[in-house]
């Protein structure tokens, strides 16, 4: 693998804008292609954020021989053809959140990036940032005893729109899928999966997920509290509750923060540990991909195939609770 790596952005929309901004930091990578379903659009995300070339559809760009890995960007329900469009070309990809609508579509990426000897990370950005890194070391330490509860949320008031990306069912519309995933992966990595899940949503109009809320218990003792809302702006913090101690990532806990905080119930004395943010924070997730590439490996450490299999699952049962179906995924 060259000291370089020359990377693509498929579906250049709001997100892409970000993390292109991010990957602009990193020495290591060569901001070299941009793919649209509009050459128009490709052209000017291609000038505006200084990537090398602009192509008119997404086969075009994973023709190019000299590319070597693919950030997709496109909404939810695109992402298991575009994953397997880029596999097949043998181009290592990184894919947005969710990795796909369900377990059956996850199933056949693992299998196909297995197939093809090629990488596959799914884009949960937040379990490479330093703070949550961190926050594992802290709770693995046993400092704060064991672990008792996970509480986290995810809410902003969205305006409605019926054809949005948000709203849309047939985009992969809801909160759950799309902000709900951020309390469920970080309760899943500091606890594991649960022993049963408890859930309520209400469904609206368009019949997705406006508002979501979901219970884990693990048969002994340990429980968690997670919610996400396209209806309510919530404090998006998470607490990691153990016994004795707590610590808390305050707003917006899935993003780099400037400081988390632990608290220790004994003297009730508060200790901060801070973080001085130079990116958005898109840029460890790609910084972790080029490791990876680097070294020769198909998949993270940080984000394990498994963990996308294990998180899928969890939204899989979730949804089968509360009524939430894609029915051309489904
Ligand atoms: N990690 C994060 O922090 C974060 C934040 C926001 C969103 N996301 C994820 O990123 C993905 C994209 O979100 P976004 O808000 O950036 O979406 P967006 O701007 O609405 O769309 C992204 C791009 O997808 C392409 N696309 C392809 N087929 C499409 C279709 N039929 N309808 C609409 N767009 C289509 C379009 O690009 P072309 O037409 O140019 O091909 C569009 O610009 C979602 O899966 C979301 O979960 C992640």
């Known amino acids: 693998m060259s000291e370089k ?148 949320d995810f809410g902003f008031r969205a305006d409605f729109n019926p054809n949005s990306r948000l709203f849309d069912r047939d985009l992969g519309g809801g909160a759950l899928l799309d902000i709900g995933i951020y309390p469920l992966m970080l309760t899943l990595l500091l606890m594991g999966r649960p022993k049963k899940i408890t859930s309520a949503a209400h469904i609206g109009t368009t019949k997705v997920d406006e508002d979501c809320a979901v219970i884990f218990d693990y048969g002994n003792g340990q429980t968690a509290n997670m919610h996400s809302s396209l209806l309510a702006r919530t404090p998006t913090e998470a607490y990691i509750y153990c016994e004795k101690g707590y610590i808390h990532i305050p707003t917006q806990f899935h993003k780099p923060v400037d400081e988390i905080t632990i608290l220790t119930y004994e003297d009730l004395k508060e200790k901060k540990i801070v973080y001085n943010n130079q990116t958005i924070g898109y840029s460890f997730e790609a910084a972790e991909v080029m490791r990876c590439l680097q070294a020769g490996k198909k998949e993270s450490d940080l984000v394990p195939h498994q963990f996308s299999i294990n998180l899928m699952a969890l939204m899989d049962e979730i949804r089968a609770q509360i009524g939430l179906v894609y029915p051309r995924h489904d």
Request: hydrophobic share 45%.
């Open 5 to 152: 790596i020359k990377w693509g952005i498929l579906g250049p929309g709001k997100i892409a804008t970000k993390f292109a901004t991010d990957l602009a930091t990193l020495p290591n990578a060569e901001l070299y292609a941009v793919a649209s379903r509009s050459m128009a659009k490709a052209k000017i995300f291609a000038d505006k954020m200084g990537f090398q070339k602009a192509f008119g559809s997404y086969e075009a760009m994973l023709q190019d021989p000299e590319l070597q890995a693919v950030y997709i960007a496109t909404p939810h329900v695109f992402h298991h053809k575009n994953t397997l469009q880029c596999l097949a070309h043998k181009k290592a990809v990184l894919c947005e959140k969710p990795l796909a609508i369900n377990s059956k579509e996850v199933a056949e990426m693992m299998a196909s990036a297995k197939a093809n000897d090629t990488f596959l990370m799914d884009a949960l950005w937040t379990l490479c940032l330093p703070q949550i890194l961190q926050v594992k070391e802290i709770v693995e330490s046993g400092t704060l005893g064991k672990l008792v509860s996970v509480k986290a």
